[in-house]
């Protein structure tokens, strides 16, 4: 925890990377944003993939403006309507036309707040795009780039999890399952392609500030999305695995510290706490409409 956080760390990524462009997926919000502007301060030009292209030329715009040296190119495309690989084909044929040194996996959706499989509302028309989501893109966008970064024997993949990937979480069935195949996948790909000058990371975040967390207010152990994504990149060379940020870090090492009924029973509370949070304020808002 020390040499990851604490310490200064000096990796030149670019170097690392060997290639000048960095694609970011879900880079409009949260995490993907934060990602694509830390990406382009060091230096990367950036592709980001979204759903809107409004929301996409805002932050293309944003970053041109604060980096006026680097390069952003935008594709929307909405991962929750393709399921075959021939639909990316056109996107995949865009972005090996670029030198990619690093794709960072970011995209991801879930569900508004915990519950039981049969009591997620409007269950069965949102697991397929959950499971769509969360693990297709990550999977295809991997393949399709890495060949280019092993015949340069050198590139980067981030894969953004979940700490709900690394302990099964009570309440976020279908979202947990979906973040373990993340982990695994990227233990995987380590595995098949090692020694080919390629670093797989996975990534694996406690609560971070963005849309999908519902959490506006950042404090040390739920940062804002820029101080989480500045930290997460700052480990990139150092580790293969890890939570990304120093307070999801205690979170998730206290986990692993403790007997494994006990690191249940905490999370388990913590998870049922978030979901009668969550109804008190849509029953707030019902009343308010
Ligand atoms: N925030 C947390 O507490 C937390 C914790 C652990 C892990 N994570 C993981 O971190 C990643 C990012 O989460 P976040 O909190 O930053 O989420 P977010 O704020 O909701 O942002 C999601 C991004 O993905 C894009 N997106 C959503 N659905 C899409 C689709 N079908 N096709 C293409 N793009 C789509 C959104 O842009 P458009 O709406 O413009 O398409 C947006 O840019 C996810 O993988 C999530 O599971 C987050």
Avoid at 147 to 161: F, L
């Amino acid at each position: 925890m020390i040499r990851l956080y604490l310490l200064p760390r000096n990796v030149d990524l670019r170097a690392m990377a060997k290639g000048e462009w960095a694609i970011v997926t879900g880079a409009t919000d949260g995490i993907g944003k934060a990602y694509s502007f830390e990406l382009a301060r060091r230096g990367f030009n950036i592709v980001l993939i979204s759903r809107n292209q409004h929301k996409l030329d805002d932050v293309k715009r944003d970053i041109e403006e604060k980096y006026p040296n680097i390069k952003v190119k935008t594709i929307a495309f909405n991962f929750a309507n393709h399921v075959k690989s021939t639909e990316y084909q056109p996107m995949f044929e865009e972005l090996n036309q670029l030198e990619i040194g690093m794709l960072v996996n970011n995209v991801g959706i879930g569900y508004d707040y915990p519950d039981n499989l049969l009591k997620i509302e409007d269950g069965l028309n949102l697991f397929p795009d959950i499971v769509i989501v969360n693990m297709l893109p990550v999977t295809l966008l991997t393949a399709a780039i890495m060949p280019q970064m092993i015949k340069r024997c050198a590139g980067i993949i981030v894969n953004i999890s979940s700490i709900t990937g690394v302990y099964p979480m009570t309440l976020w069935g279908v979202y947990s399952s979906t973040k373990a195949y993340v982990n695994w996948f990227s233990d995987m790909l380590r595995r098949e392609y090692p020694n080919k000058g390629v670093t797989i990371q996975s990534i694996s975040p406690a609560l971070v500030c963005s849309n999908l967390s519902k959490k506006k207010r950042p404090s040390f152990f739920i940062p804002d999305a820029d101080t989480f994504a500045r930290s997460a990149i700052s480990t990139i060379g150092l580790t293969e695995k890890t939570s990304g940020y120093i307070g999801h870090q205690i979170q998730t090492d206290m986990a692993k510290l403790v007997p494994s009924f006990l690191g249940d029973f905490f999370l388990d509370r913590k998870v049922w706490e978030i979901r009668r949070a969550a109804l008190r304020r849509k029953a707030r808002e019902a009343k308010g409409k």
